[in-house]
C-alpha cells in the first residue's frame, strides 16, 4: 500500500468520503514505516517527505500515534521514534511465533560458539526481517536488531530466500525494484540466479562486504516439515574480523545451527 495524499485538500480535509477511513490507516501505516533501526529519530517534515504526505496530515497521524503510544517525542530533540505500545502490539504475535522460540537456545549456543551475533530472520514476500537476536560480547560488533528489515538481494539472509523461489519471481522482485540489485542488466541478473543456485547446493549464502565494506553476513536456512523454507538463522559480523578461512567456519556453524533449529521443528530440507 503508499499513502494516498491525492484525496485530501491542502488543509488535510478529505474530499472522499467513501474512502477516508481507508486512506488515514493507510496513511498512518506509511508513517509507522518510515521509521527503522538505522533512522529511529525522525521530524514531521522528514517523515512528510518520506511518505509523500502534506506535513499537517503527518502532524495529526503522530498526535493521534502518540496518544496510543506507538509513537514517542524525543525530549531533547523534539523528533519522534516509535513508542513502546508496539511492542506490546508485537509482543503476542512474537510470542507465537515457534521459529522464533524454538530457535533461541540454538542461537546462544551459536553466539557462544563463534563470539559473533546471531540472528533469526523471516520473509515477508519481499523482506528479510529480523525476529531474534543474541548480541556478540565484542566491544566491536554487528547487530540485527529486532525488526530489522532488508531487501538488498545481496544480503546473505534475503539470498537464502530469494534461492528458494522460483526464478521468475525473482526477477520479477527485481526489475520491480521490490528487492534490489546494484545492476539490473540481463548479464547480471542471470548471475545473481546463479548464485542462487551455489547458495543453495553450498546451504548457507555470504555478503563479504557487498552491502556494507564493514560487515559480513552468512545465513542458512531453516526448513519445516514440508521442507520449505521458513526462516535463517543469519551471523553479522565486523569484516576485520574475518579472513577467507574464517568466513567458512562461520558459514559452517550457521548450517549447523540452521539444521539444529529445523530438527527442533521437525522440519526436513528438501530431498
Known sequence: MTPTESTETPDGSNTNGDGKGTSVIVNAIAVLKSFSAEEPLLGVTEIAGRVGLHKSTVSRILATLEQEGLVERDVDSRRFRLGLGMIAMAGP??????????????LRELTERTGETSALMVWNGVESMCVEQIPSRHQVKHL???????????SSSVQVFLAAEDQDRVRS?????????????????????RRLEETSKRGWAVNFGETSIEEVGVASPVYDHRGD??????????????????????????????????????????A
Open 93 to 106: 504475535l512474537l510470542a507465537e511465533l515457534e521459529e522464533r522460540r524454538v530457535a533461541y537456545p540454538v
Open 144 to 154: 540485527a536488531p529486532l525488526g530489522a528489515r532488508y531487501s538488498e538481494a545481496l
Open 173 to 193: 522482485l527485481l526489475r520491480s525494484g521490490s528487492v534490489t540489485l546494484p545492476s539490473l542488466d540481463a548479464d547480471a541478473v542471470e548471475s545473481y540466479l
Open 229 to 270: 523454507i521458513v526462516a535463517s538463522v543469519l551471523i553479522p559480523a565486523p569484516k576485520f574480523r574475518v579472513s577467507q578461512d574464517t568466513l567458512n567456519s562461520l558459514g559452517e556453524a550457521c548450517a549447523d545451527a540452521a539444521a539444529k533449529v529445523t530438527s527442533r521443528l521437525g522440519g526436513r530440507p528438501p
